[in-house]
């Protein structure tokens, strides 16, 4: 009768299936090859329980090197965040308007922009 619990229990029930899932092993080991496939499928762990669940963002973001997010760990807060903030970007207006909402909120400008810089690089937008 715990709707908290009850929901703990999904997420861990789907994270399991995750981890034992064909299919995704072969995609992270194609990405980052057979012997790291599991090591990085656990870390990917991490953006699950951020709500992200689009293996093609979570591997981009893992791999994604450009900028100051890029030199982080693969489960650093600002890599997992700024992949959060990809899973609702489509295209280039999209990220204006993120932008926009994050200097909004009162983000400082050189975050705004390492944001905004990996967004793209995960989603592979261009600059206009």
């Known amino acids: 009768d715990d709707p908290k619990a009850y929901k703990q ?7 399991k299936e995750f981890l034992k899932s064909k299919e995704i092993k072969q995609q992270y080991a194609k990405e980052f090859g057979e012997s790291n496939a599991e090591n990085m499928m656990n870390q990917a762990i991490e953006y699950r329980k951020q709500g992200i669940t689009d293996n093609k963002i979570i591997i981009n973001a893992m791999k994604e090197t450009s ?3 890029g ?6 807060s600002r890599r ?3 992949a959060k903030l990809a899973t609702g970007i489509s295209g280039s207006k999209d990220i204006e308007n993120m932008t926009k909402r994050l200097k909004a909120k009162g983000y400082n ?3 705004v922009s390492e944001n905004e ?3 793209r690089s995960i989603k592979k937008i261009k600059y206009n």
């Open 71 to 76: 030199k982080t760990s693969a489960t650093d």
């Open 117 to 119: 810089e990996f967004v």
């Open 67 to 69: 900028g100051e997010i």
């Open 80 to 82: 997992i965040a700024a």
């Open 109 to 111: 400008e050189k975050m």
């Open 9 to 15: 229990y999904l997420n861990e029930k789907s994270d």
